[in-house]
């Protein structure tokens, strides 16, 4: 009784922040996400995948906090993703299952998480993902991607020297931060340049998040 309880407080609390967020999944979607999270709880317990152990945290801070970027990426049906230091999988996974046509690699050099992405992605029938063990500077033979996305990786700088190069002509790299990093905004390469770098608004987390959008800056003619 109590884990259905567990169960139905989730998906209230998914609906009700896809509501606020002003974004419409399928049932199956949303299915997906709470199997997810249902997953990650579960393999959290022997592998250590977040610090957030409370199913119902990993709904807002995890799931929410992933699907808050949606509406500052691309809204093109099709996109090449990778999700830099994917780590329990945020946001590549709740990005595969609300967008089932985009294409999403997700890199981490830990092999135990790239376990459980492997695991997961398998689980859930989330055909679109797939999850390589490799530290971003060494992935190679990868075309470029459209969105190349971090969260909690390293610092603007050390991201965009690292995973620039795997930027498509006309993407971009997305860094999700906490307050915004204005010190790290500033101490960027001066072939990087900041483009925006909106603030999100995500339901249930008291605390600032923003969205740092990057790319590598025009040569005047």
């Known amino acids: 009784m109590t884990v ?24 199956d979607a949303c299915a997906k996400l ?23 945290r990993m709904v807002t801070h995890h799931l929410l906090d992933a699907l808050a ?37 997700l890199v981490d050099s830990n092999h135990k998480k790239v376990a459980f992405l492997t695991q997961a992605a398998i689980e859930l029938a989330v055909p679109n993902v797939r999850a390589i063990a490799a530290r971003v500077e060494d992935l190679m033979d990868e075309p470029p991607f459209d969105v190349v996305i971090a969260r909690a990786f390293a610092d603007l700088r050390t991201f965009a020297q690292l995973a620039a190069r795997h930027v498509a002509r006309s993407g971009h790299l997305y860094a999700m931060k906490g307050v915004l990093p204005e010190e790290e905004m500033s101490a960027l390469p001066p072939s990087i340049e900041v483009v925006a770098a909106p603030a999100l608004h995500v339901p249930g987390i008291d605390a600032e998040r923003h969205l740092v959008v990057m790319r590598e800056r025009v040569a005047a003619a």
């Open 4 to 27: 259905l309880a567990g169960a139905q407080a989730r998906d209230i609390e998914l609906v009700d922040g896809l509501r606020s967020l002003g974004l419409s999944l399928s049932s």
């Open 34 to 56: 709470d199997a997810y999270v249902a997953l990650l709880a579960k393999w959290n317990r022997t592998y250590n995948l977040t610090a957030i152990r409370e199913p119902a």
């Open 69 to 105: 970027v949606l509406p500052h990426l691309p809204q093109r049906a099709m996109l090449r993703v990778l999700d830099v230091g994917a780590g329990a999988g945020v946001p590549g996974i709740p990005l595969a299952v609300a967008r089932p046509h985009w294409n999403i690699a």
